[in-house]
Every structure is written in C-alpha cells, then in structure tokens.
C-alpha cells in the first residue's frame, strides 16, 4: 500500500471555508487513469489535481485534472490553487519552483504566476472560441426559470471557451438570478455534456456589490452540481464580453462574485486584451488559503 501525499486548499478567497475547495495528490506516478478518477470521487470536490513530472524539463509539472466523474482538459481554480501549494513548498521531484509556473496540460501550456501573498494570475491555454448558440427555451428549464427571465440583448446563449466550453447566459434580473436551480433532467435532454461542460449565468452587478459582476455555474452532468468558483469558464467569460465590446483596442478587466448563493463566496480577477478586434489573451486569477495535508491510502 503506497501513501500518496496530499493539500487542500480554498481558492479564489481569503479565507478557510470560501471560495472553491481543491485536492492537489503530490506525486501521481504510478497511478492509472481509473485510479486517478477514483481518488477524485473519494474527495468529492470540484477539481482534484495531480501532478506528475513535466515532459519537457523547462516546465513545472504535468498536472491532470479530475471532477468527480471525468477527467478535463483544463480548469481554473485547480491551476490557481495548484501553482499556490508548489509555489509553498518550493521544489517538486527535486527541482526549485519559481514564478511563472508552466503546467503542461491537456488543453495546452498553463503559466500561472504566483506573488508572495498567495495571489495567482493564469493566462489561458487557448484563444477565445465563441461557438454555438441555443435558444432561451431550452436554456431556462435546465435553471428552474421562464426563457423571460434570459437576457439576449447583448448575447443569445452562447458555447465559450479558453480551453473548455461552457455555455454562457446573462440573466436578466437578480430575482431569477439568486433563486435558479438546477433541474438535472433538463440538463440531461437540451445541454449534453459534449455540448457544454456547464452553463455559466451572470448578472452585471450593481454598486451594492462591489463587483462588476455576480455569476453562477450548474454542471449536474460531470457530477460537480453548482461550482463556488470557475476560473476557466469566467476567463471565457470576460474574453466574451471583450469581443462583444465594439472598440477593436482594449483591456477589460472586472471583478467577479461567485458562491455567494451557495455560503463559499469566491472573488475572481478577470482580464481579457483585445487588439485589432481579436482576443488576444485572457487570465483569470484570485487568492488561495491551505486547508489541509495529509496521505491518502491506495493499494
């Protein structure tokens, strides 16, 4: 029996019990992909990292990332709080980790920085993909809401993705916004998971808030439910608002609230730049606070 080690941390808050909770196994050599999942389903969080030595020694690690049911290609709150616990120990397989991390991943090339109060900042893996739409009708049921209560004077429901896709809705008021839920059979019959790892719905928030916006994400299908804190599907998202914005130059940079709904609030730094009418980056970046080390059993 091996004893695997093993951190948790919260990331993208300040403090024990916020944000969104991820398991980051130390050193995955030697552990099937089917073991991987297991571990994964063990812990029940959102994500659940593990790392493994880079293919290419200027790089970090290899981190692969798990659900509770799949394996994805790329997330971000596993990377934001991934690079924070190498970033604490210092070294990992015998080599001095320094700022900006580089994860080989299975969307692409991940660098994260990392500053010395804990903060990370990701550049997405891949440019922005604006894909297919789908019509209110089908999008409300999946949340508890009436296809009024979606927003499509900006945006019809719209596929996005830095890496993987998610399906991005404005909602229209904050009533429908903080009582949607999720209605897995909706979900199951109008946004397969080949279609959407999730739907991410947002709402422009106002100055009570003190963020620019509030956001939400159901993904009932890949066993995750509604998430605390998406990094990767709010670095589409900002990427999406930029490309909506009519100026062919510019950065927009927002703050987002996620999780409040559910008792882990999460705040999310979003930046997206935009030249020549192009996306040419997006990051997504916030805080992280360790939890918990341990080993876990495996035979």
Same mark, same amino acid.
């Given at each position: 029996m091996?004893?695997?080690?093993?951190?948790?941390v919260d990331v993208f808050t300040d403090r024990m019990f916020g944000g969104n909770p991820l398991a980051v196994v130390l050193d995955g050599r030697g552990l099937a992909t089917e073991r991987m999942q297991s571990i994964a389903r063990e812990f029940n969080y959102s994500e659940t990292t593990f790392i493994l030595p880079p293919a290419d020694p200027a790089n970090t690690a290899n981190v692969r990332i798990f659900t509770p049911g799949i394996e994805i290609p790329f997330a971000g709150h596993p990377n934001i709080g991934t690079a924070f616990v190498l970033a604490r120990r210092g070294a990992i397989f015998g080599k001095s980790v320094t700022s900006p991390l580089l994860f080989e991943e299975k969307a692409g090339l991940v660098p994260v920085?990392?500053?010395?109060?804990?903060?990370g900042m990701l550049t997405a893996p891949r440019p922005l993909v604006i894909g297919d739409t789908i019509a209110p009708e089908l999008v409300a049921p999946c949340l508890g809401l009436s296809p009024g209560d979606i927003a499509t004077g900006n945006h019809v429901p719209t596929v996005a993705s830095v890496g993987l896709d998610f399906l991005? =809705? +404005?909602?229209?008021?904050?009533?429908?916004?903080e009582k949607a839920r999720i209605v897995p059979q909706a979900f199951a019959e109008n946004i397969p998971l080949d279609f959407a790892a999730g739907v991410l719905f947002y709402l422009h928030a106002d100055e009570a808030d003190e963020v620019d916006v509030r956001a939400r994400m159901f993904s009932p299908i890949d066993g995750v439910g509604e998430d605390p804190a998406t990094g990767s599907a709010?670095?589409?998202?900002?990427?999406?608002l930029a490309a909506l914005d009519p100026l062919e130059d510019m950065t927009l940079e927002i703050r987002i609230a996620?999780? =409040? +709904?559910?008792g882990r609030p999460s705040l999310l730094e979003a930046k997206a730049i935009k030249e020549s009418n192009r996306i040419a980056e997006t990051r997504i970046g916030g805080y992280s606070v360790p939890v918990m080390t341990g080993t876990f059993h495996v035979p």
């Open positions: 091996a004893d695997l080690p093993f951190e948790t920085e990392v500053d010395r109060l804990g903060k991005m =809705v +404005e909602i229209d008021n904050r009533k429908a916004f709010n670095a589409a998202l900002v990427g999406l996620q999780g =409040v +709904e559910m």
